[in-house]
């Protein structure tokens, strides 16, 4: 089922700050429960696994996207936004963590709207990696689809996605109501088009 | 030099509808014939289930955002129809007399539905297009269809080119279908067209065309990589006396605007007037226990009265209710049940009610659990032809980001307030039918992240009467370029309100005698009568007496 791929997959690697940062983010797309007491990437405003537990960074990270080379940037640009933000609300940020990660989930969510809003002059960037940060979660991208549910992948298995046949392929055999469940309009020609 | 140079009689630039079919007429009708087709050619087995970047889902698409308007076409062998779901409709009978946004018809005069009805009746025969039953529609048709009756509404299964005995509503339709029964062009005109000696190039992704001193036209191309579209594999060029091309509409005018600097001045319509067929989508998320309270539906063995936004293939019922020629224009739309899989679209539905973001967050998740009831309905109205194309990239239609699929385009779209008119009109109507009684919440998908979303790409190249407004005379050929036809979706000059394969696939039918006579007029040895690509002949019965060469310009 899995066509072999030639070019071999590849992982940028980022840096600490840039992975909670982008972590972060994520989670603001698609929320998620926090992995361990104390996680401050995670706002834990949800009750199971969200973007980051669906492997969000893994597919941000693959050269694949054309992402991957501007993350650190993105991750700086995030923080530098977060920082401008709080100024303007007059927060005062925890300096131990990254300014975008040291902001509630509500703060976080605002300042996303902001930076995805039409006109904004970064808003295509951010557009792209909102989109990515939900792939992760709504169709696991980075991940053969069967072996992820498999896996129990959170995103897949959260829209009640079903397992596959055994060769991998979907079949559904019940498929419809197989009834008539309106009255045709009456202008239908024999070959079933508007007329 | 030109020794060296290779030739063919008639090349094709693209391979799904409009490509495919005028190869395999002009091939059997004896023409040498070169396809370029700058997407993968995938055999049956590497149609996968796999929503992983690099599966058949991301090689075979292209996804190109622009200023305003996104794009998803076709980026294979086949083009649209490998990754289209099937739905043939033909356009109704009041599109054809449109006036869209230049104040008088904007189809050519000799195109009518009833002047091109004999042409649709060629594709039903071509592609087995037939008429689907009640028992063919899958759950989310059987549902939109009991909601529309219970709104007062009709609705009817959709006529389909799927050959439904072997067909497993597996609702994979845009990774390619492995088991043959879409009828994509790739089991019918693409191989009747090899039969016949037309030669199909993969990953040929043709840039721009030049002159040569006798009066022909230089292909040039360059080879894509075949798994990372970002990268190139050199370039060549093919001498041919007749250019076909059919690169779908998003990429149809700019080759001819890279051109323009060695073929001299392109028609003022080429890249503009570019249409999204007024398309718009909405998501319901429906209360299953009024689904079968109200809607009286179940599925049975515990399953949820409904809950099966997964199970089908593609659109199966739609509603026509609104596509009335006594409406005024911008106020007719069909109403389509669709299936919308997951990663192409799914962040672009909004949460009904939402107190804080509607496309991210909280509550996005918890409608993101409902999925599986998810009903998504097509709204196919009239928009007003306002997109146009900026300079052209340094290669191909985008500036391409990821490996394979997703590209930034120079397609600007400011939706008119005759566009919004019709949006919102269906919008409301799409609400009205699926809010009744508590039956769903609905909302429309955002524009806010990347424009309006087209999966039906028309008339950046359009045909018309009017020089001014029409890039191609109404035999597809393009205005003072004589041995340059257009047949794709870009050829169509407007919104069609329903799904536009049928029509692109008639026009592309014919306009093939006229590509025959001008092929004739170069002097190459090839003739025009050749039967459906299965061997039918019923539908050339048909057509055959509309082309005494006197009247061909009627046809």
Partial sequence: ?195 | MSATIEKTDVLVIGSGFGGAIAAYHLAAGGAKVTVLERGPWLKNDEFEHDYKLGSSYTRIFDFVVGDGMSVLGGNCVGGGSVVYFAAMPRAPEFVFDRHGSIGRRMWPTSVSRETLDPWYDRIEESLSVSRQEWSDASYAGGLWAAACDHAGRTANPLAAAIDNSRCVNCNFMMAGCRFEAKQSLTVNYLPAAIAHGAEIRPLHEVQHLTRTPDGDYRVHYNIVHDEDYRLQNGSGVIEAKIVVMAAGAGATPVILQRSEAHLGTMPRAVGRYFSGNGERLNTAVLNEDKVAEILGLTRGGGDLPYGANAIGKGPTVASWDKLDGSLPEYSRYSLEQLYFPPGLGTILAQVPDATGPTWFGKEKKEILRNWKSWLTIFCMTEDDNEGVFGPPPATGNSHRISQQMLGRGNLSYRPTENTWHGWNQADADVKEILEKDGLAKVMPWTNDLVGAYTVHPLASCRMGDDPDTSALDDTNELRGHSGIFVTDGSAVPGALTVNPAMTIAALAERAVPHIVAAAQDKGIAVAYGAPAPAGYKSGRKGVLPLLKRKQLAGV
């Fill in chain 1, 1 to 195: 089922m899995q066509t072999a791929r030639r070019i071999p997959e590849r992982r940028v690697d980022i840096g600490d700050e840039a992975t909670i940062t982008l972590e972060a983010y994520a989670d603001t797309i698609v929320p998620g429960a926090k992995r361990w007491p104390g996680d401050r990437a995670i706002a834990g405003v949800s009750s199971d696994g969200g973007a980051v537990a669906a492997g969000a960074l893994d597919l941000l990270r693959w050269d694949a996207t054309g992402i991957h080379d501007g993350l650190e940037d993105l991750a700086g640009r995030a923080n530098g936004h977060a920082l401008a933000y709080a100024e303007r609300a007059g927060l005062e940020l925890d300096a131990a963590v990254p300014p975008f990660v040291a902001l509630d989930y509500d703060d976080r969510v605002r300042l996303i709207q902001e930076l995805t809003t039409p006109g904004h002059p970064e808003k295509d960037f951010w557009v792209l990696l909102s989109l990515f940060c939900n792939m992760a979660f709504d169709s696991a991208a980075h991940l053969h689809t069967a072996q992820a549910l498999e896996d129990g992948h959170p995103g897949l298995t959260a829209m009640g996605i079903t397992q596959p046949d055994t060769d991998g392929l979907w079949r559904f055999q019940d498929f419809g109501y197989g009834r008539q469940l309106a009255a045709p309009h009456p202008h239908t020609t024999h070959s079933g088009s508007p007329a």
